[in-house]
């Protein structure tokens, strides 16, 4: 059986003196080591605490510090020709720091005249090259206005009223009438505190969001859709790309409208649809800001004229004509007329 401790074993005597010895030889060792210690630091004694916080108030000067001091006292004093020496040295430094500073400077003072002029060149390009488009435009607008009159004249009765009926449900004529207008917006950016970094935005309008809402729109008996002034048509496309939202390959930008003309309760059949349910909840979990009105003049403008890459028109020499004429006034249009 052992005890712990150090003791003797149980039933052995102990030699006289022998404890007296060993605790001479440890004292004599343990003086010796702590000497020698103290020496090596400088003279003061340090003793590391268990834990890291008692010890940094124990002993909060770091050894570096007091070797340091130790070899500052045993060079002595630097001599005057050491002192200006040094003072040459830094000032050299920082003659050299402030050159490459100033040239630096220079530089880049130097290359701002060339980056504005760059960037007022592409802006007004943009500019030049949106009002040539805009110009291009009405000429079309115009023409196509000049058309239909030319084809009203030859063309009367019900072929003029199926005329404009197909022209209304294709998109390629202006027209008015009631319906509804939804307005999408973007949730506001949220900075995190920590960082001061922009979260991602969660409440952001996606390019699936207005799909959702012109399908719905569709489903509850729209005629004709325009999406911030771009009418929809039966091979418009709804995209993103990178972060812009393209509408026939026409970038649109937050706050978005969708002005629809249809039935009268347009808007409240959208608001009790599935879909409007869906935009309820973004509103509610992400903040996105949705607005749903009904509105009784709306005017949505023409698409423009589709490109035919495969059909062709069949030559004839003079438009057919009907053998009996409708009486009275031509009806409307199913989306509200021209």
């Given at each position: 059986?052992s005890?712990?401790?150090?003791?003797?074993p149980?039933?052995?005597?102990?030699?006289?003196?022998?404890?007296?010895?060993?605790?001479g030889?440890a004292?004599?060792?343990?003086?010796?080591?702590?000497?020698?210690?103290?020496?090596?630091?400088?003279g003061?004694?340090?003793?590391?605490?268990?834990?890291?916080?008692?010890?940094?108030f124990?002993?909060?000067?770091?050894?570096?510090?007091?070797e340091?001091?130790r070899?500052?006292a045993?060079?002595?004093?630097?001599?005057p020709?050491?002192?200006?020496?040094g003072?040459?040295?830094?000032?050299?430094?920082?003659?050299?720091?402030?050159?490459?500073l100033?040239?630096?400077?220079?530089?880049?003072?130097a290359?701002t005249?060339?980056s504005?002029?760059t960037q007022?060149?592409?802006?007004?390009?943009?500019r030049?090259?949106?009002?040539?488009?805009?110009?291009?435009?009405?000429?079309?607008?115009?023409?196509?206005?000049?058309?239909s009159?030319l084809?009203?004249?030859?063309?009367?009765?019900s072929?003029?009223?199926?005329?404009?009926?197909?022209?209304?449900?294709t998109?390629v004529?202006?027209?008015h009438?009631g319906?509804?207008?939804?307005?999408?917006?973007?949730?506001?950016?949220?900075?995190?505190?920590?960082t001061?970094?922009?979260?991602?935005?969660?409440?952001?309008?996606q390019?699936r969001d207005?799909?959702a809402v012109?399908?719905?729109?569709?489903?509850d008996?729209?005629?004709?859709?325009?999406?911030?002034?771009?009418?929809?048509?039966?091979t418009?496309?709804?995209?993103?790309?990178?972060?812009?939202?393209?509408?026939?390959?026409?970038?649109?930008?937050?706050?978005?409208?969708?002005?629809?003309?249809g039935?009268?309760?347009?808007?409240?059949?959208?608001?009790?649809?599935?879909?409007?349910?869906?935009?309820?909840?973004l509103?509610?979990?992400y903040?996105?800001?949705?607005?749903?009105k009904?509105q009784?003049d709306?005017?949505?403008?023409a698409a423009?004229?589709?490109q035919?890459?495969?059909?062709?028109?069949l030559?004839?020499?003079t438009?057919?004509t009907?053998?009996?004429?409708?009486?009275?006034?031509?009806?409307?249009s199913?989306?509200?007329?021209r």
């Amino acid at each position: 059986m052992s005890v712990l401790g150090g003791g003797a074993p149980a039933g052995r005597d102990r030699a006289p003196g022998g404890d007296a010895e060993r605790s001479g030889d440890a004292s004599r060792s343990g003086d010796a080591s702590r000497s020698g210690d103290a020496e090596r630091s400088g003279g003061a004694e340090r003793r590391f605490a268990p834990d890291l916080i008692t010890e940094m108030f124990r002993n909060p000067l770091d050894p570096g510090y007091a070797e340091a001091a130790r070899r500052r006292a045993e060079r002595g004093e630097p001599t005057p020709r050491q002192r200006l020496g040094g003072r040459l040295a830094r000032t050299v430094v920082l003659v050299l720091a402030g050159v490459l500073l100033a040239i630096a400077y220079h530089q880049t003072v130097a290359a701002t005249p060339e980056s504005s002029k760059t960037q007022t060149n592409l802006v007004d390009d943009v500019r030049r090259r949106q009002a040539e488009t805009d110009t291009m435009q009405r000429q079309a607008d115009q023409l196509r206005d000049e058309v239909s009159r030319l084809r009203d004249a030859v063309l009367s009765g019900s072929d003029t009223d199926a005329l404009r009926a197909l022209e209304a449900r294709t998109g390629v004529v202006k027209v008015h009438g009631g319906g509804a207008v939804i307005r999408l917006t973007d949730a506001a950016t949220q900075v995190d505190p920590v960082t001061g970094k922009a979260t991602k935005n969660l409440g952001k309008v996606q390019d699936r969001d207005l799909q959702a809402v012109c399908n719905e729109l569709w489903h509850d008996g729209a005629e004709a859709i325009a999406v911030n002034g771009e009418r929809l048509t039966a091979t418009s496309t709804i995209r993103l790309a990178g972060e812009t939202i393209l509408v026939d390959f026409r970038p649109i930008t937050s706050p978005y409208q969708v002005v629809a003309i249809g039935p009268g309760d347009l808007n409240k059949r959208f608001s009790n649809s599935s879909t409007g349910e869906l935009f309820r909840e973004l509103v509610t979990d992400y903040h996105m800001q949705v607005s749903v009105k009904s509105q009784g003049d709306l005017t949505i403008a023409a698409a423009a004229d589709p490109q035919l890459h495969y059909a062709t028109v069949l030559p004839s020499a003079t438009p057919s004509t009907p053998e009996s004429r409708s009486s009275g006034t031509p009806k409307t249009s199913p989306s509200g007329g021209r």
